[in-house]
């Protein structure tokens, strides 16, 4: 594969400086809280100038390349070599990795959860963005590996420590369950290693190699990448260590979990199962189809019997992450694209909806969806921002959500060459009507929360003051969300900005099945 | 005409065209534009922000109304017969697998006839509403939802594939979502928000199949003949009359998008969520819920007519799904209004049964009568249901009971009383109200295309029709005024911010809202004159100017060349003229050129029939009058309270009353079960099978590694473990509530089996 390797500092800077930030931090007194959050700030701004950079520097005309390569030995016993590059592909990602951190880190100043320790919270963003922005750089698999466990320990301790009641439980769950996943897919990775002549963890090398497996060996490989990526997406069955962790999961963990963390899977498919193991993943191909469906029905049904906000949101992404995985497992250049977009789309819209959820738990206290109501009176602003991004996630063309969805369902109707037609275009018909369930949902919850008038309990008629401490949308808020909104609308009405760089990078992953 | 290979013979014409037609796309972006002043500056304005609303509408309707004169220049340009290209402009929007996929304008006569009803409209409504909603506590919001609202209707008129087409078809789903709920604190608005929403997404399942059946179907061939991708409106109507498509494909995409068009357009049996619809202020029901909004799926299946000509064989068998259920519409719909007491719900079923004869006619070839019929009806449904509102503004301190609040105003409001009289006339179809001409087409070409029992449907709606009008307006105009009409205060109202007219009795509305009434009667009165068919072809100008001609045309002929602005370039022969009947469109395989509209028959006018329609109305008015009269005026013994003592008229309004327990299944039985027993069985399942599965491997695991732990980690592993243990012991110290000890043993297990693992997949493999 032709590469590009000019300015080849950037993206190594780009992951690490983080944890260079890190170790600023260490040296700062935990007193001193301003001091740290400044710090952590700072140096996450300046890894997004870094990102930025790149983003200047790359070759739009060249997007399907790799970009900005840089490789040097690394463990050389276990002949992995220190590999990255990035294609149009890994960009978006590898930029929300980075504007996330950034909004994140803006809500938190005010916002830091219980029990506080600031410095240990914002410690662990930064470590958190390292191995994030990793993952999606990363051209050798030992390397991916590393990044993609890295961004598990922070998540834990986010979880498990800054969480809600219940989050001994699902801090641990999403670690164990994460990681027998993991555990699969290292064994995937190793086999590959050892099928391929034991001679290099190089995705490149592997692409290239990987062809020449036998077809069951192939495909017993792929079943081990698959569960470990499942697992991340999640894909039904594998999806119930999410609305724990969501649900206990501090705001700021949630929207990162959602934005980012479940990216990492589908993009495991994308960049490394498929293109490696083309046979498999044929065979794999309408089994993955089938449990993306499934999920697309299953989540929302799931929403359906939600009575709390985030729980609701958290199975959203189930059915949202299904669409994904459907254009995925199409395996044409058209479901990929919609597959990319809409890791993009659900990142910057499920994200937004934890945010929102974030402050309305902060503001009353409860998710309780039948305590809310009448949030347009009290907080117009707030429910008017809530119900753009309902609409955007229930995937209103002109938002960005529609353009993850709909060609996503598109694609199914004519799956790659030797994929059943008939099964696949029973899978477009159920994901259409999963649209339909998501318009219910969303709309259900909004008209349930949004409209009416506010329950007696937070109206401030009745003798406690739980009213009163509930205030439309404060300026730290505004300035962690306006990006996202943006995002969200200019993505909706111009996506050409994302598809005209995803499409030639998505050609060359699907170069193996023969365009 | 086969000019390919006779190129000697062939004649080129260069279209005019012109600043307007080639820059129609601005039409739906100025209100977008205005859309976001409002939300930006609305409130700080002295009009609240309804001046950007009513400002952009009219520039919109300023370049429609340019670009139509220029289309009938450009179509005066061509020969008599000659094909007259679109004006198509297209950039690029998105690109996927290679190809790349534009936004832009396609204006022909259809787009440009709905871009003038819809900004005319828009504007007449949003002065409206300046009077109506004066005080209101969203005044803001509410011109906002509304011109955005006309920015997704214009933007999918003139779409120039289905993807552009879509975005409109869900901003106007959106819009309407929000002007239904726009007073949100009472529960039943909002649920009736949801409802239309949910029910129109609904259809829209085959929105989005439909669409993606005919890309795949098409694609190949569009850009192979053409260079377009399978979703352009132009592709799309090529391919479906070329030959190419197979069967199954485009009939399967066809019947997906009429599905679409049956929940847009409230046809049988997804028409329930309209007369909820009418929870939102009267504006919007007179702007979305009758006039423009429902009518877009009649609209997509004229814009791509030939799609569903071939997919649902019209005109090759007599009966086809269209035809069907535009048929049963029309009666179902017509039957319901009868037992309403709600003005605004009569009304809402008298569109329900209107749009039916729309469906009616283009499922039975008649194209141009049913795209005449979008077009005056409405202006006479939009004026019917702005009097309604005149009437609860000014009249019936907001109330629309017609049996409880109404009745006599007829002295009270004589500009709502004759704007109302005319508009029901035109609906009712008498001569020489615009209805009549645009009606009495469709009927009368559905019975001379074959479809001889949905012509005796299409009567007996007539018949319908004019007594569910006559009893309408007879409760609301007719005897004396009772309720709130005659002055009576009911508190039923929450919205009422301006009690001081009530006081005053019913009278006459403001200007602000007659002045529309009556430019709107003007044109129900009108508008049918520029199609009237008794007074012949040469007066048929809607016909001359807008139904597309079928003829063969090259595969560049209908494109913009880069010459200069618009400047088509057309290939006719110069026999075109008497090869006009021979047209191959629609019925066999064009030889070296495409068409895109198949060939068309129209009936010819005959005055008998005319008349014998003309009587059945007249008879349906009638009847309905003495009935009127005896069961309202005289309260005659006999027909008060018949319904409870006749068991079978009983039983058949109960069934009335009801909707035909449509509402019931959609409710009742199919949400509320998924929405509960179903989903709650589903999470049950998650919770307890799967979730279950989990923990009991979790305590498995558990118990296991406290097994390897005694037996095994202490005599066996230690060094590494212990390592690291200690090391994440130290970094955690913080966090030793969550045994970071068991994760750690957890964690080393796992790596253990994955290496073992490895080893054994790579030795059974080898």
Not at chain 2, 668 to 676: E, F, L, Y
Request: proline fraction near 4%; include cysteine.
């Amino acid at each position: 594969m032709e590469v590009l390797s000019d300015n080849n500092w950037a993206l190594s800077v780009g992951t690490f400086l983080p944890l260079l930030g890190v170790l600023v931090m260490l040296f700062i007194p935990k007193a001193q809280e301003t001091a740290t959050k400044a710090v952590a700030l700072i140096t996450a701004v300046a890894t997004l100038g870094v990102g930025i950079f790149t983003l200047t520097q790359f070759n739009f005309d060249q997007a399907g390349k790799m970009q900005f390569v840089a490789q040097t030995n690394w463990i050389s016993v276990l002949k992995s070599t220190y590999f990255v590059g990035i294609d149009g592909i890994s960009l978006p990602l590898y930029l929300l990795s980075m504007v996330i951190t950034v909004l994140v880190m803006i809500y938190s100043w005010n916002h830091v959860p219980e029990p506080g320790n600031t410095k240990a919270f914002f410690a662990l963003m930064l470590i958190l963005q390292t191995g994030m922005a990793g993952t999606f750089i990363a051209r050798d698999l030992i390397l991916f590996f590393v990044f993609f466990e890295l961004v598990l320990l922070p998540m834990y301790f986010m979880i498990g420590v800054w969480g809600g009641e219940n989050r001994q439980y699902a801090s641990l769950k999403f670690f164990l369950y994460t990681m027998f996943g993991s555990a699969l897919m290292l064994v995937a990775f190793l086999a590959l290693f050892f099928k391929t002549g034991a001679e290099s963890f190089s995705i490149p090398f592997l692409i290239e190699q990987g062809a020449g497996i036998s077809r069951n060996a192939q495909i017993w490989i792929f079943g081990g990448m698959f569960v470990g990526f499942a697992v991340k997406v999640p894909m039904f069955p594998f999806h119930t260590w999410l609305p724990d962790a969501h649900t206990q999961a501090p705001t700021q963990g949630s929207v990162i979990l959602a934005a980012v963390l479940l990216k990492l899977g589908t993009y495991g498919f994308v960049r490394i199962a498929i293109p490696i193991l083309p046979v498999a993943a044929k065979e794999w191909a309408p089994w993955i189809g089938l449990l993306a469906v499934i999920g697309i029905i299953y989540g929302a049904l799931g929403c359906l019997a939600q009575t709390d906000m985030k729980r609701l949101i958290a199975f959203s992404s189930v059915a949202h992450m299904g669409f994904v995985m459907l254009g995925i497992s199409t395996l044409t250049s058209f479901g990929m694209n919609a597959a990319v977009f809409g890791m993009v789309a659900h990142g910057l819209i499920t994200g937004m909806l934890f945010f929102i959820a974030g402050s309305v738990k902060e503001r009353y206290h409860t998710l309780e969806i039948s305590r809310l109501s009448g949030m347009l009176k009290q907080m117009p602003r707030m429910g008017w921002i809530l119900g753009f991004c309902v609409m955007a996630s229930l995937g209103l063309p002109g938002l960005a959500g529609f353009w993850g969805e709909f060609p996503a369902i598109l694609s199914a109707y004519q799956p790659a060459a030797g994929l059943s037609e008939v099964t696949f275009r029973i899978f477009m018909v159920i994901a259409a009507v999963g649209t339909v369930l998501a318009a219910g949902y969303l709309l259900w919850l909004f008209q349930r929360i949004a409209f009416g008038e506010p329950t007696a309990e937070f109206s401030g008629d009745s003798h406690d003051d739980h009213g009163s401490g509930i205030h439309d949308v404060n300026v730290f808020e505004w300035m962690a969300w306006a990006p996202l909104l943006a995002a969200i609308l200019v993505l909706g009405v111009y996506p050409n900005l994302l598809f005209k760089i995803i499409d030639p990078a998505v050609q060359g992953v699907l170069s193996a099945f023969g365009g | 005409m086969f000019f390919a290979a006779e190129t000697a013979e062939t004649v080129e014409t260069v279209l005019k065209s012109g600043w307007f037609l080639e820059n129609a796309w601005l039409i739906p972006l100025m209100p977008v534009i205005a859309f976001v002043l409002i939300i930006a500056y609305g409130k700080k304005m002295p009009m609240k922000g309804s001046e950007f609303g009513i400002a952009s509408l009219l520039a919109s309707l300023a370049v429609s109304v340019g670009a139509a004169y220029q289309w009938i220049q450009r179509v005066d340009s061509a020969a008599p017969e000659a094909f007259v290209a679109p004006v198509i402009k297209t950039w690029t929007w998105w690109e996927s697998a290679g190809f790349s996929f534009g936004i832009g304008q396609h204006i022909d006569g259809l787009s440009l006839t709905l871009l003038v009803v819809v900004t005319l409209i828009s504007t007449l409504v949003e002065i409206y509403s300046v009077e109506y909603l004066r005080g209101d506590i969203r005044y803001t919001h509410f011109f906002g939802a509304l011109t955005l609202f006309s920015a997704g209707m214009l933007n999918m008129v003139l779409a120039e594939n289905m993807i552009q087409l879509i975005l409109g078809w869900e901003i106007m789903g959106m819009c309407s979502f929000l002007l239904i709920g726009h007073w949100w604190e009472d529960g039943a608005n909002s649920r009736a928000a949801l409802k239309a929403f949910f029910t129109t997404r609904t259809g829209d399942i085959g929105l989005l199949v439909g669409t993606s059946v005919l890309f795949f179907a098409s694609n190949a061939w569009t850009q192979k003949t053409l260079g377009i991708s399978g979703f352009t409106v132009r592709g799309l109507s090529a391919w479906a009359l070329s030959g190419d498509p197979g069967h199954a494909a485009i009939t399967v995409g066809a019947v997906a998008l009429f599905i679409a068009c049956i929940g847009k357009s409230g046809q049988f049996p997804l028409h329930t969520w309209l007369p909820d619809a009418m929870a939102g202020p009267t504006p919007v029901s007179s702007l979305l819920h009758s006039s423009t909004m429902v009518v877009a799926g009649v609209y997509l299946v004229a814009r791509l007519y030939p799609v569903f000509f071939t997919g649902m064989n019209i005109l090759g068998t007599n009966l086809n799904l269209i035809v069907l259920i535009g048929g049963i519409t029309i009666v179902i719909a017509a039957a319901l209004a009868f037992v309403q007491a709600d003005i605004k719900k009569v009304l809402a079923y008298s569109t329900v049964s209107q749009l039916g004869y729309m469906m009616m006619g283009l499922g039975a070839g008649a194209w141009l009568p049913a795209v005449f019929h979008i077009f005056t009806h409405a202006f006479f449904k939009a004026c019917l249901f702005l009097c309604a509102g005149s009437v609860s503004h000014s009249a019936s301190h907001h109330s629309f009971d017609m049996k409880k609040d109404m009745g006599g105003l007829r002295k009270f409001m004589p500009i709502t009383f004759a704007t109302w009289i005319i508009s029901t006339l035109a609906l009712c179809g008498v001569f020489p109200f615009s209805g009549f001409f645009s009606k009495d087409e469709i009927i009368d070409n559905v019975g001379h295309n074959g479809y001889t029992m949905f012509m005796v449907l299409g009567l007996t709606g007539a018949f319908l029709t004019a007594a569910y009008m006559t009893r309408a307006t007879y409760l609301t105009f007719n005897g004396k005024p009772r309720g709130a009409a005659a002055g009576a205060h009911d508190s039923h109202d929450a919205h009422d911010t301006h009690d001081a007219h009530a006081s005053r009795g019913p009278h006459e509305s403001g200007l602000l809202i007659t002045v529309p009434l009556m430019i709107l009667a003007a044109l129900a009165l009108g508008a049918g004159f520029l199609n009237p068919a008794p007074l012949g072809e040469k007066w048929e100008r809607m016909k001359h100017w807008v139904e597309p001609r079928p003829e063969v045309i090259s595969p560049t002929g209908i494109s913009v060349m880069a010459s200069g602005p618009g400047e088509a370039r057309v290939l006719t022969s110069p026999r075109a003229e008497e090869a006009k009947h021979e047209s191959p469109c629609g019925t066999t395989t064009p030889t070296g050129g495409i068409c895109v509209a198949p060939q068309l028959d129209h009936a010819p006018f005959k005055w008998s029939k005319a008349l014998m329609s003309m009587l059945i109305v007249f008879l349906g008015g009638f009847l309905s009058w003495v009935l009127c009269v005896q069961l309202y005026g005289k309260k005659n013994p006999k027909l008060v309270g018949l319904t409870q003592r006749n068991k079978a008229l009983g039983a058949g309004y109960l069934f009335l009353q009801n909707k035909y327990y449509l509402d019931a299944l959609y409710e009742k039985v199919i949400v509320h079960g998924i929405a509960h027993p179903v989903a709650q069985a589903v999470y049950w399942f998650n919770q307890n099978v799967i979730d279950g599965v989990v923990n009991g491997f979790g305590t498995v695991v558990r118990k296991v590694s406290g097994w390897v732990y005694r037996n095994v980690d202490q005599r066996v592993v230690d060094g590494a473990v212990n390592g690291s243990a200690a090391v994440a012991q130290n970094a955690g110290s913080a966090i030793r509530p969550i045994q970071s000890g068991k994760v750690n043993q957890y964690g080393a297990l796992l790596f253990g089996a994955a290496a073992i693992g490895a080893l054994i997949l790579v030795i059974i493999n080898t």
